[in-house]
């Protein structure tokens, strides 16, 4: 893809991404790596980790890989501070480790329930937290992953409608309390973006996914890149009056309601 942004908007930054083995938040990583950031990747498995780091040394940029579960506070804590002692203060926060599955809830465990809390809510926090005392001050943003199901009911999603509502809720907080000190928070809510595990899951035949396709106002599945260039965006002195919003990338779909994700 060539690229809508001309300049290298991040030429000697750091940024740091949560969940980035894969992905989303994988090419996040690589937007902001293309536009001269150092990427620390932050993930559970150093396999995947690894591999991506590989790849993104291998296109020109500069990363590093940092296995870490975002639940394990004190973890993320040693992660930030390693970071910050290598590279300096952390310019940009992506919190987009996630965790989904469909159920219904009178199926579901408790313990898949809090899973997905668990990663969701508690990550986003752990990282937010620990990254605090060295994000730049002012002019550093924290950038959330959230999703449609934080603000509309999905069939089979009431674990990760409550987790994304907290992510958002989060934001909003967090934009209130870390505004003053220069600190920008954001949530950009991807919807049904082609080529991940989330739709995988829950568009998984031709059929599911024709039948989104044609609900959609804009009739097609976004892409990577569409969530990647709109971080880029919100992170850049482009969007340097945006904190405390919800961006919606989503083809439209949040007019539509979730029964058409999952045919209801």
Known sequence: MSDVFKERLFEGRTAVVTGGGSGINLRVAERFAEHGAHVALIGRTKEKLDAAVESIRS????????????REFKTMEAVMADVHASRGDIDVLVCGAAGNFPAPAAAMSSNGFKAVLDIDVLGTFNAARAAFDRLRKPGSIVINISAPQAFIPYPMQ???????????????????EWG???????SVSPGPIDDTEGMRRLCPTDESRARVTDAMPLRSFGTRDDIANLCLFVASPAGRYITGSVLLCDGGMSLLGGGTMLGV
């Open 59 to 70: 296109s020109g940029g500069s990363a590093s890989a940092h296995p870490c579960d975002v």
């Open 158 to 176: 009431a674990h990760v409608c409550a987790a994304k509502a907290g992510v958002d809720m989060l934001t909003r907080t967090l934009a209130l």
């Open 180 to 186: 003053p000190l220069g600190v920008r928070v954001v």
